[in-house]
């Protein structure tokens, strides 16, 4: 059975940092890319960041510009999980943070785990 367990968000101010975690179990983690996706209230769900598999481009990162050298992607293939640092953390990084494992054919998703930024 495919599992995805998003852990670590919370409440920070502005300015302040999260880390994010995804467990993953049920599937051969160091081969699929992983990232991760947010989604504020009435937008759609956006990619956020992603880190290749060990199989294609060894370990690649790759964000989308609104948190780039803010937010940095990770993944421990021994412990199946990635990881997101999120770092000067603004207002619009509020969100709800899904972890998503991709190998086509197949994609699966985490729950989600919800970050607000705010003072």
């Known amino acids: 059975q495919v599992q995805l367990v998003e852990s670590g968000g919370g409440q920070v101010q502005p300015g302040g940092s999260l880390r994010l975690s995804c467990a993953a179990s049920g599937f051969t983690f160091s081969r699929f890319d992983m990232s991760w996706y947010r989604q504020a209230p009435g937008k759609e769900r956006e990619l956020v960041a992603t880190?290749?598999?060990?199989?294609?481009?060894?370990?690649?990162?790759n964000y989308a510009d609104s948190v780039k050298g803010r937010f940095f992607i990770s993944r421990d293939n021994a412990k199946t999980t990635v990881f997101l640092q999120m770092n000067s953390l603004k207002p619009e990084d509020t969100a709800v943070y899904y972890c998503?494992?991709?190998?086509?054919?197949?994609?699966?998703w985490g729950q989600g785990t919800q970050v607000t930024v705010s003072s």
């Open positions: 998503k494992a991709a190998r086509w054919p197949y994609a699966y």
């Open positions: 880190v290749t598999s060990d199989t294609s481009a060894g370990g690649n990162t």
